[in-house]
């Protein structure tokens, strides 16, 4: 099914998951979707396996927890989800040397703390890693709290070609 993208989030500049000067990271970007989701793409490497020609498990685990911890932003761009805990289960092998969606939502939150979910979708559209989580809220300022660095490693930057619509 297709989604209209309403927004791209911003990135970092050395974060491990979505840090465009971080050369070993993944690179992902998000996407805030209509449906109340939001979608990392990423672009899995040879230099993220752990056994040949498969990405690692804390690969996946770290874009899953960032993707989930994300989307609780879609409702407050200045809110942002702090790990509590973190249950993964692997059911495919992800590759590497390919692109991937990542898909986080939240399911229940209160004042606090939100919980959410999320899944990696391969490029064959099979789910190869689940995720549910649970977050503290904190806002930006109170996670990164010089300000320098916070212009400094928050980066919003354009596609080279413009998604209007992503299909999960």
């Not at 927004?7 to 993944?26: A, M, P, R, T």
Request: hydrophobic share 35%.
């Amino acid at each position: 099914m297709k989604y209209k993208v309403l927004k791209k989030q911003n990135i970092s500049s050395n974060c491990l998951v979505c840090g465009i000067e971080n050369d070993l990271g993944l690179k992902a970007n998000f996407y805030e979707l209509e449906n109340n989701e939001l979608v990392a793409i990423c672009d899995t490497k040879e230099w993220h396996q752990s056994y040949p020609g498969r990405m690692h498990g804390g690969m996946s685990a770290a874009i899953l927890d960032e993707t989930i911890g994300r989307a609780i932003s879609l409702s407050n761009d200045e809110i942002w989800g702090v790990t509590v805990s973190l249950d993964i289960k692997y059911k495919k092998p992800v590759p590497t040397d390919c692109t991937i969606k990542v898909v986080g939502r939240i399911i229940k939150e209160n004042r606090k703390l939100f919980e959410g979910t999320g899944e990696i979708i391969l490029p064959n559209g099979e789910i190869a890693v689940t995720a549910t989580g649970k977050y503290m809220k904190m806002p930006v300022n109170k996670i990164i709290e010089n300000e320098n660095l916070l212009e400094k490693e928050w980066i919003s930057v354009k596609d080279e070609e413009e998604l209007n619509y992503i299909e999960l």
